[in-house]
């Protein structure tokens, strides 16, 4: 079996570089140690999640839209879920919300947005031959990988996966006599997310020490493309909160298994008393929202950084205050973890500390508007070139603006007391979080598929993409806003039956259901665009975008240690697009000041001197290859 | 202006990028993550304890006596790794069975803990005071575990004369390691005697 760089034919001294013999079908492609390839099984696994998950949503919505229909034709999916009148069962409807907000936050938008371009980008755009531990690396993605049999085993049992919500509040958790969706699906929730925080852990531990140890000669932390700050923060964020989450689920499964009382006090269900005293369910929020709010950055920081990246190289111009962004970054970070009780302000928490959340939680707003207006600063007057890339991350930035500035009304805890568990909450959530990571992860793939596959994707299909799935999902959100601010709670399996929701929003809601569809069939232009591509796409040129950053200088396919030869220097940051007096407009990380003398600048011409002592720094080459 | 902006990068620009051996490094990674699962316990712990109706009862004497045990076998973990340090490697291999022997003892002692707790009537099953005793000392006894795994590979290391003054690292790690499932266990000792 060939290992994966002799496919590089283009490269003809690979092969005498490569003194890794060659590999059996097994370690190359499936518990493969290589960071390119553990990429590429997080993010096809991501992108089956997402259909899964994404179908789940279709299917609920269908029962919101269109409260009447007959969903005799989900039969052949759901069995007895549908019920002899022809109606999705009620239980099971939960079931779906939670599943489908479970897979789409942990699944989709934190292993498949991370776990591929963590993994592809960190080694390539710091120079170092792959991640600092590749056993680890590979144990992370397997880690998942079981976790996500898990889950996928629980939507089949009979008495239907975990429906307590992706947020599993107990007591309705913590006690299987609760609910049907409390019972053994509970419990396969529970070890299935318990391996995967142990996933994210080996995952994160792994990019936090390559972007530390294993930069190359010259890539100092000044240098770092704002997507390797991006998923360092990312990973110190998750180093920090996901124990905190498995501590919270470890004293639930010790409530649901050993009859402990962590969460559960004086509690009468079906009108039997339980032994169960003193335990506090408040206590499982808190635990849960000091992880559920970074988590929620967890998932958008990644996006943030490669949109950073995308938008610099397709406008042409140099990031606008890269150092405002880190910094910015960094605040959101820090705020991140003291602002987690904004989700729970109808908890009956003290006013005053609701009041000191509330001032906590707008600060975000600061560093938030900062990188929304750096992004706008980037894009003007830039000499703007519309690849679907780019088209996913100007959508980005505008749901990034469009969803926080709800959030800043939910930030308010007088607000938040009408607006709690509304639809407005789903509204604001989907457009920032939701939409706005998942494109982060469109326009990566699209930007990154020539440095993954090799080949060019199709950009006629990237627009049609584009516009469908940015028109739909503001077709989809926006109208939520109205439905939340009349009253409607979320997680309600019909409105038919209530005075205050009987007679109206029933035209919006079956709309809403309308883009829903609309929105998930423009997907499949994405499916078919990337299984084709990567067969039949054009071949991809070294350097498509003309962008700065090292993973372009590697070889059009990198093979296993990414390129051969020695690791390029590098002696720029890499952001010199557009330098004025330069040849080309854009100069990448690796050149140095004394090959550009036309473009430098006086300090820049100063530097030139310390060339030689980058060039004789330490390798930094984990295959130890001689000099 | 440029003159200032020149001074740092002149400071930042020939700074050798590796700093730290990345196994090493993986490792403190791995404790900060453990520390956080910690930290989240006795948070809860004490927000717990806060609402009041708490159970309160004597923490048993032989958790005192365990901690002592512990404490000694980082004082011979420490002898160890000087030992390597020294290519002293009878002491090295005494030091390091000795640790190994006195962990077996401490994890002895808390599941002795554990029978006074019963007999205290103080159950895993009950108020959440002694449910929290039973889980701090049981996730500590886990991680302790997982410690006297890596000394075992340290072990048998040094009985094959493979950890020497050149090639300390795996002692190394296991050393750190041990520290910290030591000084865990002092936090959690302390935290539960003042808090109990
Ligand atoms: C200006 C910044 C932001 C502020 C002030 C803010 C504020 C809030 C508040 C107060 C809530 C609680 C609403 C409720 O349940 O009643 C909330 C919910 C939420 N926010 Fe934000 N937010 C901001 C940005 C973000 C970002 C950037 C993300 C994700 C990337 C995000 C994701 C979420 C999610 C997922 C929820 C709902 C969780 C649930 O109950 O299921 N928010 N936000
Ligand atoms: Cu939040």
Redesign the pocket.
């Known amino acids: 079996m060939a290992t994966l760089s002799t496919h590089s034919a283009t490269v003809a001294h690979v092969e005498e570089h490569d003194h890794h013999e060659p590999q059996s079908f097994w370690r190359t492609y499936i518990f493969s140690e290589d960071h390119k390839t553990i990429a590429k099984q997080y993010l096809i696994t991501g992108i089956l999640w997402s259909i899964i998950g994404i179908s789940l949503s279709v299917m609920f919505r269908l029962q919101l839209g269109f409260p009447n229909m007959k969903l005799e034709f989900l039969r052949p999916i759901l069995g007895g879920w549908i019920n002899e009148a022809g109606k999705l069962d009620q239980d099971f409807y939960l079931a779906l919300v939670t599943m489908h ?1 479970t897979i789409m ?1 942990f699944f989709v938008l934190t292993a498949g947005l991370s776990g591929t371009f963590s993994n592809f980008l960190i080694p390539l755009q710091v120079g170092a031959r792959d991640m600092a531990s590749g056993f680890l690396n590979m144990l992370s993605y397997w880690f998942f990988f079981l976790a996500g049999a898990i889950m996928f085993v629980s939507l089949f049992i009979e008495t239907g996966p975990a429906a307590g ?3 599993i509040y107990p007591p309705l958790s913590a006690l299987p006599q609760a609910h049907k969706g409390s019972e053994l699906g509970m419990t396969l929730w529970l070890v299935s997310m318990a391996l995967f925080i142990v996933s994210q852990l080996l995952g994160g531990i792994n990019y936090i020490t390559t972007v530390i140890n294993l930069r190359t000669r010259g890539m100092s932390f000044s240098k770092l493309p704002l997507t390797i700050w991006a998923f360092f923060l990312t990973a110190v964020l998750g180093l920090i909160s996901f124990p905190v989450l498995l501590s919270a689920a470890l004293l639930l499964i010790f409530d649901r298994s050993f009859g402990t009382s962590f969460y559960l006090s004086e509690i009468y269900i079906k009108g039997e008393a339980l032994p169960n005293v003193g335990g506090s369910p408040i206590l499982f929020q808190h635990l849960f929202w000091f992880l ?2 970074p ?3 967890i ?3 990644p996006a943030l950084g490669m949109t950073s990246e995308i938008i610099a190289t397709n406008a042409r111009k140099p990031i606008f205050g890269y150092r405002a962004m880190i910094a910015s970054m960094m605040g ?1 970070a820090f705020l991140a973890f003291i ?1 987690w009780a ?2 729970m ?2 908890t009956g928490m003290n006013p005053f500390l609701g009041s000191v959340f ?1 001032f906590l ?2 600060i ?2 600061v560093p ?2 900062v990188k929304a207006f750096n992004y706008i600063t980037t894009l003007w007057r830039g000499n703007i070139r519309f690849t679907p890339a780019m088209l996913f991350s100007i959508g980005l930035v505008s749901f ?1 603006i469009s ?11 007088a607000l ?1 007391i009408q ?4 639809y ?3 509204a ?3 457009l ?3 939409a ?2 998942a494109f982060g992860l469109l326009a990566g793939v699209y930007h990154w598929f020539p440095k993954m596959f090799g080949r060019m994707m199709n950009e006629k299909l990237g627009y049609i993409h584009f516009w469908l799935t940015f028109i739909g999902i503001y077709l989809v959100f926006f109208p939520m806003h109205y439905i939340g601010i009349a009253g409607f709670p ?1 997680r309600y399996y019909a409105f038919t039956s209530y005075d205050f929701t009987k007679n109206i929003f029933a035209d919006m809601n079956s709309f809403i259901s309308l883009a829903a569809i609309f929105s998930f069939a423009a997907q499949w232009i994405f499916i078919y665009n990337f299984v084709h591509s990567m067969f039949r796409g054009k071949k991809a040129p070294q350097n498509p975008w003309k962008s700065n950053t090292l993973e372009w200088t590697a070889p059009i396919e990198p093979g296993h240690g990414n390129w051969p030869g020695e690791i390029p220097a590098v002696y720029r940051w890499p952001y010199d697009y557009s330098k004025p007096g330069a040849k080309d407009d854009f100069i990448p990380q690796n050149v140095p000041y004394s090959q550009t003398p036309e473009s430098n600048l006086p300090h820049e011409n100063e530097l030139i001197s310390l060339e030689k002592e980058i060039e004789a720094q330490n390798l930094n080459d984990q295959f130890k290859q001689p000099h | 202006m440029s003159e200032l902006v020149n001074n740092i990068s002149i400071i930042e620009e020939p700074e050798e990028t590796l700093s730290m051996n990345p196994r090493k490094f993986i490792l403190w990674l791995f404790i900060v993550s453990i520390v956080m699962l910690f930290a989240a316990m006795t948070s809860a712990y004490l927000v717990r304890r806060a609402e009041g109706n708490w159970l309160e009862y004597e923490i048993p004497v032989v958790f005192s006596y365990s901690s002592v045990v512990l404490l000694i076998s980082s004082l011979t973990m420490h002898w160890a790794y000087t030992s390597a340090k020294k290519d002293n490697f009878s002491s090295l291999k005494t030091a390091i069975t000795i640790t190994f022997a006195l962990g077996i003892v401490f994890l002895y002692m808390q599941f002795q803990g554990w029978v006074e707790l019963v007999k205290l009537k103080v159950f895993f099953v009950g108020n959440p005071a002694g449910s929290f005793m039973y889980i701090f000392t049981g996730l500590h006894a886990f991680h302790l575990i997982s410690g006297l795994t890596v000394l075992v590979f340290a072990l048998v290391a040094s009985f094959r004369l493979r950890i020497h003054a050149k090639s300390l690292n795996q002692i190394e790690i296991a050393a750190t390691y041990w520290h910290f499932l030591d000084i865990l266990w002092l936090y959690l000792f302390f935290f539960l005697v003042y808090f109990h």
């Open positions: 907000g936050v919500g992706w947020v559920g709010h988590e929620v950055y998932v958008l920081l959101i602002v904004h989700h302000f109808v509330m939680t707008l975000i707003a938030s508007a990034f969803g926080g500035l709800t959030g800043i009304i939910l930030g308010n805890s938040d607006l709690h568990d509304t407005f909450v789903v604001h959530f989907h920032v979080m939701g706005a990571s979320r």
